[in-house]
């Protein structure tokens, strides 16, 4: 299965996608174990998404997470490609989850809370980035996400949205 990972990424980086499918789907069909059955669809998922093939990449994340339901990154990726394949609703049940199994992790809170911004619900927006503030973050993310709160909180009063920090811009 390794063997067939690594002859489908050196063909990535020649550029035959039509070889590296090959290898990839051939790692899928190889691998046995819970791990190594989530390893070789997280890896071919990675590449669909590359590709553009969001509804691949995304059945490659459902087997990977079928292996192994507790891979918190593999439930935020899900998230993020049904997203762009515009299920929202899949794609909140993708990140809350990322978000049980990995509560410190930054990313499944992150995209929540944009998403939720996006959606309309201000509410549950503000509520993660709250949260975010309860973990160590980086200046720059601690910046934009005291920024958010104070925006959320803006619109909701009706008041005029201040500018986003300088480095967002």
């Not at 980086?13 to 499918?21: I, L, T």
């Amino acid at each position: 299965m390794r063997a067939e990972i690594e002859q489908a990424e050196t063909a990535e980086k020649a550029r035959k996608h039509d070889v590296a499918r090959v290898h990839y789907e051939r790692a899928v069909a190889n691998a046995r174990s819970p791990e190594s059955i989530s390893y070789a669809r997280l890896k071919y998922a990675d590449t669909l998404r590359s590709w553009g093939e969001y509804p691949a990449a995304i059945v490659q994340l459902e087997g990977a997470i079928a292996a192994k339901p507790d891979d918190a990154g593999a439930w935020h990726d899900l998230g993020l490609f049904r997203n762009n394949q515009g299920n929202t609703a899949g794609a909140i049940a993708a990140l809350e989850r990322s978000r049980e199994l990995a509560p410190r992790d930054l990313r499944p809170r992150v995209a929540l809370a944009a998403l939720r911004w996006k959606l309309g619900d201000r509410a549950n927006a503000a509520v993660e980035y709250r949260k975010l503030l309860e973990l160590e973050l980086p200046e720059s993310l601690r910046v934009n996400v005291e920024w958010a709160i104070t925006a959320l909180a803006a619109i909701e009063r009706g008041d005029p949205v201040p500018p986003p920090p300088r480095e967002s811009r």
